[in-house]
């Protein structure tokens, strides 16, 4: 059923307490539930739940946002929540932040994520990821199928229910008592909570939870997989972190990695492992495929410290002539020495669009080179965006391997793509952040000859 915007009468203030039944996950970790014609955005709950909700926003007339208050009929896969903290029996405001899918089976949650981008991708790149019904299969049926297995695991997860596995957590400084916390849901308060279950034992040993550092505006604890974990902070009033440009030591599949303390790291513990494979992989099925040149203009955009042109190297093999691109500095001092052992690597700190632009702008045997190029992208949560992605089809490089932690921008930008002649050849999608409605796709664009 869609919204018609003049059936969305129903009059709701926040505040009032209204009973949902809840049909759909929308994007951004909440589900969709309508109530005399209008859309409500529900949190704390689960798709065939019905539950009594609290409307805290009504702003727009086509719809309300909504939290849920108590579950009058549970979905089979609601769960205790992983976080008490976060848990319904706390007042909404007062549930803390960062963990929207902990009551929820990690077997539901990969669904609930595979929807989201099977829905996205629908909508804005214009592809359908489920098959065709069998014969004798609901549409509805073939569609669960298809998406049941499309969110992978990080290893070892479901041994422990996805819990105990981030390495960095930033922690929130209440400025009036000094308790250090995170965020409750949906607001900048900080709360009191006395663990961090998605993170690691490490992480949980060092946070100051249980101390006050009025001066301090927030906290970064970080853990690396093969340094001394620590804390930096930040002071109110100031920006720089103190000790965020110490250098730390990562391993990912006996490799090494330097990165800042405070710089870009994934923070799933398995995460840089099961992205740089993903990458090798993808890599390796393009040489399969005759499809990719070492001695191309090989790119790793949004680079950070070189971990993903790491993996092209891994598959292709040390001649690789691959140049990483990155706006911080210091991610590309280190990715430099990240990729010391690659003759032809090159580290270059710049904003993507303007590295193209140059690009864009060199002699013809530059523009043929980059022709017979694969690219890799790994752009911040905003994705890649139109004009990169504009100037990435008319440089038009043999392929692309786009990794995307927004589905939304992930689809938008295939889109794009699928309109200037590339086709998408495949796509992962990695739970890499349990208990949170955010998770990683791989997605690989060959340019049609
Ligand atoms: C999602 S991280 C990926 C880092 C790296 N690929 C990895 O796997 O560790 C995105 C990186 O893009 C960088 N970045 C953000 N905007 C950028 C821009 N416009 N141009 C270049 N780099 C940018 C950030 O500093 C960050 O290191």
Redesign the pocket.
């Known amino acids: 059923m869609s919204a018609d915007p003049r059936s969305a009468t129903a009059v709701l203030a926040v505040g009032d307490e209204v009973e949902l039944d809840v049909t759909n996950i929308a994007h951004g970790g909440v589900c969709v539930a309508r109530y005399e014609g209008r859309v409500i955005f529900v949190a704390d709950t689960i798709p065939g739940e019905r539950v009594r909700a609290r409307i805290i926003e009504a702003k727009k007339k086509s719809f309300a946002r909504a939290v849920t208050i108590e579950v009058l009929t549970a979905s089979p896969d609601r769960r205790d929540h992983v976080w008490p903290a976060a848990a319904l029996d706390r007042a909404p405001e007062d549930r803390a932040g960062g963990a929207e899918f902990g009551h929820i089976s990690l077997e539901r949650q990969r669904l609930l994520k595979a929807h989201v981008l099977a829905d996205a991708m629908q909508r804005f790149g214009g592809i359908e990821l489920a098959a065709e019904p069998e014969e004798g299969e609901g549409e509805d049926a073939a569609l669960e199928d298809a998406l049941a297995d499309l969110v992978e695991a990080a290893p070892g997860d479901d041994d422990v229910n996805g819990l105990g596995y981030r390495t960095r957590v930033r922690l929130h400084v209440d400025p009036e008592t000094g308790l250090v916390g995170p965020y409750a849901a949906r607001s900048r308060r900080v709360i009191d909570v006395d663990a961090l279950p998605l993170a690691t034992d490490v992480v949980n040993e060092i946070a100051p939870l249980y101390d006050a550092l009025p001066e301090a505006a927030n906290v970064d604890v970080v853990a690396p997989s093969a340094d001394d974990p620590r804390t930096l902070v930040t002071m109110q009033g100031e920006k720089k972190r103190v000790g965020a440009q110490d250098r730390v030591q990562e391993v990912v599949e006996d490799r090494g990695f330097v990165v800042r303390a405070g710089?870009?790291?994934?923070v799933h513990r398995e995460a840089?492992a099961l992205?740089f494979s993903a990458i090798r992989d993808a890599v390796i099925d393009l040489i399969d495929a005759d499809r990719f040149d070492p001695s191309a203009t090989n790119l790793?955009?949004?680079?950070?410290?070189g971990?993903?042109a790491a993996a092209m190297a891994e598959a292709a093999g040390p001649s690789l002539r691959v140049t990483t691109?990155?706006?911080?500095e210091h991610?590309t001092e280190d990715a430099a020495e990240n990729l010391s052992e690659l003759v032809g690597a090159l580290s270059v700190t710049?904003?993507?669009?303007r590295h193209l632009a140059d690009l864009l702008a060199s002699p013809e045997t530059v523009r043929t080179r980059m022709r017979k190029a694969t690219v890799v992208l790994?752009?911040?949560r905003s994705g890649a965006g139109g004009d990169v992605i504009r100037q990435l089809t008319e440089l038009a490089p043999a392929s692309l391997i786009y990794?995307a932690?927004d589905p939304v921008a992930l689809a938008r930008d295939t889109g794009t793509l699928r309109g200037s002649g590339y086709e998408l050849t495949a796509l992962r999608a990695f739970d890499i952040f349990p208990h949170t409605h955010h998770f990683e796709t791989v997605a690989v664009f060959e340019r049609a000859e």
Request: with cysteine.
């Open positions: 710089g870009f790291w994934q840089p992205l790793d955009l949004y680079g950070g410290v971990l993903l691109v990155e706006s911080d991610a710049a904003r993507v669009d790994d752009p911040p990794v932690c």
